[in-house]
T-cell receptor, first 113, second 111 residues
Framework: NAGVTQTPKFQVLKTGQSMTLQCAQD?????MSWYRQDPGMGLRLIHY???????DQGEVPNGYNVSRSTTEDFPLRLLSAAPSQTSVYFC????????????FGPGTRLTVL | DAKTTQPTSMDCAEGRAANLPCNHS???????VYWYRQIHSQGPQYIIH???NNETNEMASLIITEDRKSSTLILPHATLRDTAVYYC????????????FGTGTRLQVTL
């Protein structure tokens, strides 16, 4: 199993550009989520999904969209990038009851100029 | 979910036990205590979780006080590779896993 994979590992955008961060898991987990981590801070939840076709907002959802068309994939879209979105983005997945263990991807380091 | 309080940083000599405390005085009866760690800038890694009984796995032990208002994560023989930020998280079981990360404890293991 590859676990949770994220692409790209690094990305530089200009203000106003859009892009999609990819996240995939091969563990058949129902639950997937996106976090961002700013320097010196803990992770903050952006969006999450409890299954295909179901998504919900987390703590900091503004400026981001998600969709969950399959169990495996959970892409995160930045609609119009802003410098405040410069951060490290982590995707996570969890399965079983009651979601005892979550697996995190290696992260995507995004810089918005 | 209940809020947790952890020391900002701790040091531990290699080979010694590392005891990381966490206060969660407002924990509810159906909330579990989880521990994750983040090594350098990698994604967080699950360590252990518990409800009210002490728990042990191949990585660590979790001691929860009888009133459940605090807990201690124990790394029995810390190594340099255990240097990381350790997060104590309290979460209601059976819900969508909204892990609320604080700033954690930065554990530095030294020779």
């Amino acid at each position: 199993n590859a676990g949770v994979t994220q692409t790209p590992k690094f990305q530089v955008l200009k203000t106003g550009q859009s892009m999609t961060l990819q996240c995939a898991q091969d563990m058949n987990h129902e639950y997937m989520s996106w976090y961002r981590q700013d320097p010196g801070m803990g992770l903050r939840l952006i969006h999450y999904s409890v299954g295909a076709g179901i998504t919900d907002q987390g703590e900091v959802p503004n400026g981001y969209n998600v969709s969950r068309s399959t169990t495996e994939d959970f892409p995160l879209r930045l609609l119009s990038a802003a410098p405040s979105q410069t951060s490290v983005y982590f995707c996570a997945s969890g399965g079983g009851r009651p979601y005892n263990e979550q697996f995190f991807g290696p992260g995507t380091r995004l810089t918005v100029l | 979910d209940a809020k947790t309080t952890q020391p900002t940083s701790m040091d531990c000599a290699e080979g010694r036990a590392a005891n990381l405390p966490c206060n969660h005085s407002t924990i509810s009866g159906n909330e579990y205590v989880y521990w994750y760690r983040q090594i350098h800038s990698q994604g967080p890694q699950y360590i252990i979780h518990g409800l009210k009984n002490n728990e042990t796995n191949e990585m660590a032990s979790l001691i929860i006080t009888e009133d459940r208002k605090s807990s201690t994560l124990i790394l029995p023989h810390a190594t340099l590779r255990d240097t990381a930020v350790y997060y104590c998280i309290v979460r209601v079981a059976g819900t969508a896993s909204k892990l609320t990360f604080g700033t954690g404890t930065r554990l530095q293991v030294t020779l």
